[in-house]
C-alpha cells in the first residue's frame, strides 16, 4: 500500500480515502497508528487526557514504528459555565456508584487540558495534522502550526462552527454527524448538543456554505456507507468504532468485550460520565443517570477512577463504552484488514453503482 499523503487526502486523490479517528483514553496509540499507515490510511493519535508528557511520549513512539504521515488531536478548552449547585445534586447521586466500586469521586475541578503546553509539544516535533475538537483554534495557533508545515483541521457539526473554523484559517473539516461514537464535538455544550445533525445531512448543510475539504465521521462501517460519504462530498472517511476490536488498538478488555455481549444492543447518548454528550453502548450507568448537567470536563474528572476501576474488574455496566451506532459490524481484524475489507466493498459497491447506470 502507498504510504498515507495529506495532500492527496485533502484533494480527494488518495488511493486510500480513510483516515482512522483519534479516540482518546487508549484506543488510539502509536501501534493502531502506524498499522492504519501501513495500510495506506491516515492515522491519529489523541492528546486528549494524556499529559504533556505522556503525548510527546506517544509522538516518538509512533515516530519509531512508522516513517509515514500521522497525525495528532487535542481538545479546545472549553469554558466553565456550570450550575455548581446542580453538579453537587448530581455528584450525590454518584456517590452509590463509587462505593460500590470502592473508589471516591475524583475532584469535579475545570482545567484546559494542557492546551497550551501540548501545543508547543507539536511545534516542536511536528507532525503532518493536527485536529482540533470542542471548538476552533484562534488564527494565531493556526499560523504556527502552518509555521512549522502542519496542516490543521478542525471537527465541526455544523455550518456555523464551520465557518469559524474557515475565519482561523483551517486547511480543513471533519465533518461529525449522530452516528459517531465517543463525543460529539459540537462547540457549545448546551442542550442542542443533543440533537446533532445525522452525518449526511451535516455534510450537506457544511458543504453548502464552504469550500474547505471534508472528512466524514460518523457511523462509517462499510464500503457501502463510505461510497455514501464521498458521494456526498467528503474527501475521506474518519472511522474509529470499526478500529475498537483491532490488536493494534488500545482498546481495554471490558470495552472490547462489551461490543459483542449480547446484553448490550444499542447506543445513546448521554452526559452521565463526562458531562459532555457523548454516544456509547447504552448500559446501566447510563440507564441510571439520565439527566447529568453540562458540566465537562468537571463530571469527567469526577468519574474518572470509578469508570477506571469499572475497566479494571471488568465491570461494562459501569464503563462509558463509546461505540457509534453500527458497532455490532465491529471485527476483531487487524487494522490493515479491516482498511482491505472497506476498500473491497467501497469498489463493489461502485461497480454495482456503474453497472446500474450503465
Not at 270 to 289: C, E, L, W
Request: glycine share 10%; hydrophobic share 45%; with cysteine.
Amino acid at each position: 500500500m502507498p504510504e498515507p499523503d495529506v495532500s492527496e487526502l485533502l484533494s480527494g486523490t488518495a488511493a486510500v480515502p480513510i483516515v482512522s479517528a483519534p479516540m482518546a483514553g487508549g484506543p488510539s496509540g502509536p501501534a493502531l497508528v502506524a498499522a492504519v499507515a501501513r495500510a495506506g490510511a491516515l492515522g491519529f493519535l489523541a492528546a486528549g487526557y494524556r499529559s504533556v508528557e505522556g503525548l510527546a511520549a506517544e509522538v516518538a513512539a509512533a515516530r519509531e514504528l512508522t516513517d509515514a504521515a500521522f497525525g495528532v488531536n487535542v481538545f479546545v478548552p472549553s469554558p466553565s459555565v456550570v450550575d455548581e449547585e446542580v453538579l453537587a445534586t448530581y455528584l450525590d447521586e454518584l456517590a452509590p456508584d463509587a462505593e460500590r466500586l470502592g473508589v471516591p469521586l475524583g475532584v469535579p475541578v475545570h482545567d484546559d487540558d494542557g492546551y497550551a503546553a501540548k501545543l508547543e509539544v507539536l511545534e516542536a516535533d511536528p507532525v503532518a495534522v493536527v485536529s482540533f475538537t470542542f471548538g476552533a483554534p484562534d488564527a494565531s495557533t493556526v499560523r504556527r502550526l502552518h509555521a512549522v508545515g502542519t496542516r490543521v483541521i478542525v471537527t465541526v457539526t455544523g455550518p456555523e462552527e464551520a465557518s469559524l473554523a474557515a475565519a482561523a484559517g483551517a486547511d480543513a473539516l471533519c465533518v461529525q454527524g449522530s452516528e459517531a461514537g465517543g463525543h460529539q464535538s459540537r462547540f457549545r455544550n448546551d442542550d442542542a448538543a443533543l440533537s446533532p445533525l445525522p452525518l449526511l445531512d451535516a455534510l450537506a448543510a457544511v458543504g453548502g456554505t464552504t469550500s474547505l475539504p471534508m472528512l466524514a465521521a460518523g457511523g462509517i462501517a462499510t464500503g457501502r456507507r463510505m461510497a455514501a460519504v464521498l458521494d456526498a462530498g467528503a474527501v475521506a472517511a474518519q472511522i474509529g468504532t470499526a478500529f475498537l476490536a483491532a490488536p493494534e488498538a488500545g482498546t481495554n478488555a471490558t470495552h472490547r468485550g462489551a461490543l459483542v455481549d449480547p446484553r448490550f444492543d444499542e447506543t445513546k447518548l448521554t452526559r452521565a460520565f463526562t458531562g459532555r454528550p457523548a454516544r456509547g453502548i447504552r448500559n446501566r450507568f447510563m440507564v441510571d443517570h439520565p439527566s447529568a448537567p453540562s458540566a465537562y470536563p468537571q463530571i469527567h474528572h469526577a468519574t474518572r477512577a470509578l469508570r477506571a476501576a469499572a475497566a479494571e474488574r471488568g465491570i461494562a455496566d459501569a464503563l462509558h463504552l463509546w461505540a457509534g451506532v453500527e458497532y455490532h459490524r465491529v471485527r476483531a481484524e487487524p487494522a490493515g484488514v479491516i482498511i482491505e475489507q472497506l476498500l473491497e466493498e467501497l469498489r463493489a459497491t461502485r461497480n454495482r453503482l456503474t453497472g446500474a447506470e450503465g
